[in-house]
């Protein structure tokens, strides 16, 4: 007959039974929980032992799988700006972050996902933006090429 432990809240609600190894559900990924916040027994021939504290610890956090621009491609003028939005999947990762850079700031820069190509910029000239998450190095990139600016 295998043993059978039970999870507690501090305030007594069951949180879950069953044969070890047991998963407390319903806490944010990343969460300090404090000594004693959750409670443990275990159940052996019918019989309940006494609530023990489970020590502290931190949920474990979501980890970024991927991520990709709104645009891949794009064709901005020669001193026009252009706007590139990342998606970090999964949308509820712990750590959405990332750093934005151009392969050729001669030819355009980024901040913050906001490109700007440069007035002198070589029509025809590219560059490739690029977008790395955080957490695990994922990569997305959308690659600008100059276009002459209209005139006006």
């Given amino acids: 007959m295998p043993e059978i432990f039970k999870i507690y809240k501090k305030d007594g609600t069951k949180?879950?039974?069953?044969?070890?190894?047991?998963?407390?559900?319903?806490?944010?990924?990343?969460?300090?929980?404090?000594?004693?916040?959750?409670?443990?027994?275990?159940?052996?021939?019918?019989?309940?032992?006494?609530?023990?504290?489970?020590?502290?610890?931190t949920t474990l956090p979501i980890s970024v799988t991927g991520v990709t621009l709104d645009k891949t491609?794009?064709?901005?003028?020669?001193?026009?700006?252009l706007k590139l939005t990342p998606t970090v999947t999964p949308a509820n990762a712990t750590d959405k972050t990332g750093s934005w850079s151009s392969s050729n700031t001669s030819v355009a820069t980024v901040t913050g996902g906001n490109v700007t190509v440069k007035t002198d910029a070589e029509v025809?000239?590219?560059t490739e933006v690029s977008f790395t998450?955080?957490?695990?190095?994922?990569?997305?990139?959308?690659t600008i090429t100059v276009i002459e600016k209209a005139a006006g």
Avoid at 18 to 31: D, E, H, R, V, Y
Avoid at 73 to 81: D, L, N, R
Avoid at 134 to 142: E, H, I, L
């Fill in 15 to 57: 949180v879950v039974e069953g044969a070890s190894p047991l998963t407390i559900t319903g806490i944010a990924a990343n969460t300090q929980v404090a000594k004693g916040d959750y409670q443990a027994t275990r159940v052996v021939g019918g019989q309940e032992s006494v609530k023990v504290d489970i020590p502290a610890f």
């Fill in 73 to 81: 491609t794009a064709e901005v003028e020669q001193g026009g700006t």
């Fill in 133 to 142: 998450t955080t957490d695990g190095g994922k990569v997305a990139k959308c």
């Fill in 124 to 126: 025809g000239g590219t």
